[in-house]
Antibody
């Protein structure tokens, strides 16, 4: 079965930076578009970033544009999210998701990693 | 920009059926959506994609008790023979150029 394992979460002060990783396995990573989705405590789901299979097209939610950078290393079957200028409102569980092969819905989810931004 | 609207809560009795609704904003009635389930203290899980014509494609291992349908701008998730572990928040999700969008979620209580 498809596996997506996030890591890199933790506590950081406002204005700080953090890099999340997602290790993908049990599918051909190079064939699939990937995303980051987050969920603030007690809130709903919010899409954060999208990257195509080759990495040549990237989109961001307005709430993170200019502060977050999504990237991937297909040789390492890994997805990344570099987060900078972090704010209190970025506190959330961050999920790595894999798109369906022929459509833009989230077909598989990781278990999530918690990011806490607090002074 | 496409917006998805869900009722915040729904309830039904153990063994009964329930229909959860997701409504697409004006001008977007033909969009497909996906349903995701989030059980308490767990990450979300993909249930199915529902197309504008009502056809649906389920995720791996999703029981036959779960089905999808459409009518106009509304997309439905129907769960039959409700079980206690169906108690969860159900999110609909869609996509457009450059964005992915979630509904606010419907919290289902199994009585």
């Amino acid at each position: 079965e498809v596996q997506l394992v996030e890591s890199g979460g933790g506590s950081v002060q406002p204005g700080g930076s953090l890099r999340l990783s997602c290790a993908a396995s049990r599918f051909t990573f190079t064939n699939y578009n990937m995303n980051w989705v987050r969920q603030a405590p007690g809130k709903g789901l919010e899409w954060v970033a999208f990257i195509t299979s080759s990495g040549n097209m990237i989109d961001y939610a307005d709430s993170v544009k200019g502060r977050f950078t999504v990237s991937r290393d297909n040789a390492k079957n890994s997805l990344y999210l570099q987060m900078s200028s972090l704010r209190d409102e970025d506190t959330a569980v961050y999920y790595c998701t894999r798109d369906s092969l022929h459509s833009n819905y989230f077909e598989y989810w990781g278990q999530g990693t918690l990011v806490t931004v607090s002074s | 920009q496409v917006v998805l609207t869900q009722s915040p809560s729904a309830s039904a009795s153990l063994g009964a059926s329930v229909k959860v609704t997701c409504t697409l904003s004006s001008g977007h009635s033909r969009y497909a959506i996906a349903w995701h389930q989030q059980q308490p203290e767990k990450g979300p899980r993909f249930l199915m994609k529902v197309n504008g014509d009502g056809s649906h494609t389920k995720g791996d291992g999703i029981p036959d008790r779960f089905s999808g349908s459409s009518s106009g701008a509304e997309r439905y998730l129907t769960i039959s023979s409700l079980q206690s572990d169906d108690e969860a928040v159900y999110y609909c999700q869609t996509w457009d150029t450059g964005i992915r969008v979630f509904g606010g979620g419907t919290k289902l209580t199994v009585l």
